[in-house]
């Protein structure tokens, strides 16, 4: 990836427009024990330029974020246990309907009900509509046979190495040492835009192209980064961006901010995803203005 190319991949942004050309995305994001997954990802599809953001969620983790992520619309999930009851699935029908874009898994937990959950929600999710797994919602996806089958054709998988080591069978040693064939080989299986986490991380597409972004910093290597990646690309999705190009800006801004953030504290090692978070603005002015770098 480069900045001249990334550049054409901004969604056009009208003056005249309101928020409803700008897209909702739907976070089904946090437990009670990950409250900050779900504010990361919402603030940060905001933040991508997403008109509204509407986060369903338990009763915990709005009561929570009710007073911090105040841009957010809510809807309130039952919860079973640690985790979601399979009930709220049918309960997010009509949210499906008015979202643009879908997110799936930050902040979930391993909870045998978000298991459930997920079963019930997957064939409700309408085809159309393009949704990004994370995190537990994605290694909870990998449990499911044959659920590559059961996807919409516009879906974005982020796994880091353990994440794609769950979901493949394959080692951690086996994908790091061979990361941009292992990508390749599964975004091409699996019909989707696979985002292989890490340093030169790789987005490899369902059509057999590879990406590499020239970033790598080891402020992103913190707790939460990964929800604010999440987030931007959610965020891009439902301003309209099909799932390639949404992966392959979201990634760049995602790096960029951490570089930023970096920059800002004079090192990686206090760079924390609240930093990322905040950068993102900078983030898109320099990918606009690239002799700003």
Wanted: aromatic fraction near 6%.
């Amino acid at each position: 990836l480069d900045s001249d190319t990334i550049a054409e991949f901004l969604p056009n942004r009208p003056e005249t427009s309101h928020k409803g050309r700008f897209g909702t995305c739907l976070a089904v994001a946090g437990t009670k024990q990950y409250t900050g997954a779900a504010y990361l990802t919402g603030k940060a599809a905001y933040r991508s330029g997403c008109g509204l953001v509407n986060v369903a969620t338990v009763p915990p983790v709005r009561d929570s974020l009710a007073g911090r992520l105040i841009e957010a619309v809510w809807t309130i999930l039952p919860q079973n246990g640690d985790g979601y009851d399979k009930s709220g699935a049918g309960l997010l029908q009509e949210a499906l309907k008015n979202a643009d874009s879908l997110v799936v898994g930050p902040g979930w937990g391993l909870h045998p009900a978000n298991s459930e959950f997920l079963n019930a929600l997957l064939p409700l999710i309408p085809n159309k509509l393009p949704v990004l797994f994370d995190a537990d919602g994605l290694k909870l996806l990998g449990r499911i046979e044959g659920w590559w089958q059961k996807i919409p054709a516009q879906t974005v998988l982020t796994p880091h190495p353990g994440e794609m080591a769950q979901i493949t069978g394959l080692s951690i040693t086996e994908i790091q040492s061979n990361r941009w064939e292992i990508a390749h080989q599964f975004a091409r299986k699996w019909g989707v835009t696979l985002i292989l986490k890490g340093a030169l991380t790789v987005i490899a597409t369902a059509d057999g192209t590879i990406h590499i972004n020239p970033i790598q910093d080891s402020a992103l290597g913190t707790a939460g980064s990964g929800d604010v990646l999440t987030g931007i690309i959610g965020g891009l999705l439902a301003q309209g961006m099909d799932a390639d190009k949404a992966a392959l800006l979201g990634v760049w801004l995602h790096g960029m901010a951490g570089q930023v953030a970096h920059q800002r504290l004079g090192g990686p090692e206090s760079v924390t995803a609240l930093d990322i978070l905040g950068e993102i603005p900078t983030a898109i002015r320099k990918t606009k203005r690239p002799a700003l770098k």
